[in-house]
């Protein structure tokens, strides 16, 4: 994990074309000044609103992917590895979205503004993203506030912790909210 010149773990993203060639030029300093904020993650419960620039989502429960999985493409084995959905009600989106748009663009920002840490301090990217009415295999319908994440963690992982990253924090928000999973 990359860390900051005094020693914090960097909490934004870094592209990962250039983590590898990046992290041996630099060892490990800040490449972004996004990446090194002065404050850490705000810990907040399951349940709690989250809010992130002129969005409000709530992430609600994690649990380890369904064995079996149900027969979409997000939910292939991975050898050494996990599978685990977060599920996420999403209160205020803003802005004039409809239809696919709303839905691509909630896809979209959960693949960018989502990752899940370990204990150990490995970071995982989203795997996946569907509305949560098509991982029970239903009808998706208008709706468009419930969601399910998914990441494949190593099998080892324990402590898991979801990241969610604010790209433009408004004033009283921060830069990074941690949500302990229970898992």
Same mark, same amino acid.
């Given at each position: 994990?990359?860390? *900051? =010149?005094?020693? /914090?773990?960097?909490?934004?993203? %870094?592209?990962?074309?250039?983590?590898?060639?990046?992290?041996?030029?630099?060892?490990?300093? *800040?490449?972004?000044?996004?990446? *090194? @904020? @002065?404050?850490? #993650?705000?810990?907040? +419960?399951?349940?709690?609103?989250?809010?992130?620039?002129?969005?409000?989502?709530? !992430?609600?429960?994690? /649990? $380890?992917?369904?064995?079996? #999985?149900?027969? &979409?493409?997000?939910?292939?084995?991975?050898?050494?590895?996990?599978?685990?959905? !977060?599920? !996420?009600?999403?209160?205020?989106?803003?802005?004039?979205?409809? =239809?696919?748009?709303?839905?691509?663009?909630?896809?979209?920002?959960?693949?960018?503004?989502?990752?899940?840490?370990?204990?150990?301090?490995?970071?995982?990217? !989203?795997?996946? %993203?569907?509305?949560?009415?098509?991982?029970?295999?239903?009808?998706?319908?208008?709706?468009?506030?419930?969601?399910?994440?998914?990441?494949?963690?190593?099998?080892?992982?324990? =402590?898991?912790?979801?990241?969610?990253? $604010?790209?433009?924090?408004?004033?009283?928000? %921060?830069? %990074?909210? +941690?949500?302990? &999973?229970?898992?």
């Amino acid at each position: 994990m990359a860390t *900051c =010149g005094d020693g /914090r773990p960097a909490t934004g993203r %870094v592209v990962r074309v250039g983590r590898f060639a990046a992290g041996a030029l630099l060892g490990g300093s *800040c490449l972004l000044a996004v990446a *090194c @904020t @002065t404050e850490g #993650p705000r810990r907040v +419960a399951l349940g709690d609103d989250i809010e992130v620039g002129p969005y409000a989502f709530r !992430v609600l429960r994690a /649990r $380890n992917a369904p064995d079996p #999985p149900p027969p &979409l493409s997000t939910f292939r084995t991975r050898p050494g590895k996990k599978g685990i959905v !977060v599920f !996420v009600y999403w209160k205020r989106l803003g802005g004039d979205l409809d =239809g696919q748009r709303r839905w691509l663009f909630i896809e979209s920002f959960f693949e960018r503004q989502f990752s899940v840490v370990d204990a150990a301090g490995r970071r995982t990217e !989203v795997s996946g %993203v569907l509305p949560e009415r098509l991982f029970y295999m239903e009808e998706p319908g208008p709706s468009w506030r419930d969601w399910v994440v998914v990441f494949y963690v190593p099998d080892e992982s324990r =402590g898991l912790t979801l990241l969610v990253e $604010n790209p433009e924090p408004r004033k009283g928000q %921060v830069r %990074v909210t +941690a949500v302990p &999973l229970g898992m």
